[in-house]
């Protein structure tokens, strides 16, 4: 039973390295903008379908939020960025 929770929390402390190494990646490539850059990651992978990934780029997107005072985080243009990528990924 105690294998099995150890197990769990390193999996999920795994997981947070990715989003904050994902974040951080972003960050360094361009720190105003890398919010959104994530936000479209995350629009992009939800128009496809793509659950887990989706889940992976929100994730990253709250860290870039967490970790960076300068990035850019205005709602109305990631409503606009979301309704860009689920038009252009529409059949």
Not at 26 to 51: K, S, V
Not at 73 to 83: E, G, L, N, R
Request: hydrophobic content about 45%; overall charge positive; charged content about 30%.
């Amino acid at each position: 039973m105690f294998n099995s929770i150890r197990e769990w929390i390193g999996m999920r402390r795994a997981l947070r390295r990715l989003w904050q190494s994902d974040a951080r990646a972003l960050l360094q490539q361009d720190e105003r903008n890398a919010y959104y850059n994530a936000q479209r990651l995350a629009a992009r992978c939800r128009a496809r379908g793509d659950q887990a990934s989706f889940f992976h780029w929100a994730k990253v997107a709250s860290e870039i939020a967490r970790l960076s005072p300068n990035a850019k985080m205005d709602m109305t243009v990631v409503q606009a960025i979301v309704d860009e990528e689920m038009r252009s990924h529409r059949p």
